[in-house]
């Protein structure tokens, strides 16, 4: 048998890899440990956290869901109680231990677009092809839950479905499913991006367009490609970098695309007016909303945010978020999306940032984790 003192030297001699935490969402902290959460106004989340309620199944999640129902509408100070009184906060630790990961952000892009192709309008946005299968293995097995798999049957097996390379080659793989088609591939590139967009059509009006589904490929990042392909150097890439050179390289540009074999299909939506609708099926919030890896945080929870802004003075950004949607590159335990809406400086905020940070999970006091989320 080992003497404890050898364990204890073992330790000393390899300190981090016995103080690593486990990544996932840690033990409870206390309130202070939240930088200006006396600060924020709370209150501008509240609307949107009601919202998640309306969505949030577990029995524990209920209980809470129903007090925040009965108190109505209330100021920052009244949030604050609330959330103090019925929640314990949890930070969220990444694969080697680390606090802090990547915090990006996406916004609500307006496309110009007709309902007739045309030369000037000649690229489609699709819907769900009739042949994508989807099938959700938690309905087989539990323990994947929030899994799905994505193909097309061939014969009696199922196969992975087209990649956006065959897609865009050979257009009749779609035919009929078009909705509409925009002017620019580079444009509707980054509405699948982003997930949702607003599409201002020829005679003035505006239509709205949300995800319907995806063709089961895994998200690559254009601009790591660019990187890699040494055209884009990593302290350089932008939305708007990224966006230049497409645009500059037009020979080039279906060969950079396919390397993200990821494809989005759409639906058109009623988002015009209240904005676009999240995976947790509700409308999101400006500045409130973020996406997030499902498999990591509880879809609906409220999560604090500390961050900064991507402008000159690094700015910080410490605010209560809602973790309301998801997207096919926001995979990891520390990281997080920030909705910003529509607009210029919407665009601008999202384009640019790209900053570390740190999540803070506000769980209802007794929630059950799973056991490889705690420590």
């Known amino acids: 048998m080992r003497h404890p003192l050898s364990v204890f030297v073992l330790c000393t001699l390899m300190l981090s890899a016995c103080t690593t935490r486990p990544p996932g969402i840690g033990s409870p902290v206390e309130w202070s440990s939240l930088q200006n959460w006396a600060a924020d106004n709370q209150s501008n989340a509240w609307e949107g956290f009601l919202k998640s309620c309306q969505k949030l199944k577990h029995a524990r999640w209920q209980e809470v869901c129903d007090l925040a129902e009965n108190r109505g509408d209330l100021g920052d100070a009244g949030v604050r109680e609330f959330f103090e009184t019925n929640f314990e906060v949890r930070p969220v630790y990444a694969e080697g231990g680390e606090s802090e990961g990547l915090i990006t952000g996406y916004y609500e892009p307006l496309l110009r677009g007709s309902w007739e192709r045309s030369e000037e309008f000649r690229y489609p946005l699709y819907a769900v092809p009739e042949d994508l299968l989807i099938v959700d293995l938690g309905g087989i097995y539990p323990e994947l839950k929030n899994m799905r798999l994505r193909g097309k049957l061939k014969g009696n097996k199922v196969v992975p479905y087209y990649d956006r390379a065959q897609l865009d080659d050979n257009p009749d793989l779609l035919q009929g499913t078009e909705i509409l088609w925009v002017n620019s591939l ?143 590159a926001i995979k990891g335990h520390v990281r997080a999306d920030v909705f910003w809406g529509r607009g210029d400086e919407a665009e601008k905020m999202a384009g640019l940032m790209k900053q570390q940070g740190q999540l803070f999970v506000l769980l209802p006091r007794g929630y059950p984790l799973k056991k490889k989320q705690t420590h």
Request: charged letters at 15%; aromatic letters at 8%; proline letters at 6%.
């Open 186 to 328: 580079v444009n509707v590139f980054f509405l699948h991006v982003q997930g949702s967009g607003q599409i201002q059509l020829t005679d003035g009006s505006t239509v709205a367009v949300g995800y319907a589904g995806q063709n089961g490929h895994p998200y690559q990042s254009i601009g790591r490609v660019l990187i890699e392909m040494g055209e884009l150097e990593k302290d350089e890439v932008t939305l708007f970098t990224i966006k230049d050179w497409l645009k500059s390289n037009p020979s080039r540009l279906n060969d950079v695309l396919s390397r993200n074999p990821s494809y989005v299909f759409f639906e058109l939506s009623d988002a015009e007016a209240n904005g676009p609708t999240g995976s947790l099926n509700v409308t999101l919030t400006p500045e409130r909303s973020i996406a997030v890896d499902r498999n990591v945080i509880p879809l609906g929870a409220p999560v604090w945010l500390q961050t900064t802004l991507p402008d000159a003075r690094q700015s910080p950004f410490n605010q209560l978020m809602l973790a309301q949607d998801t997207g096919g």
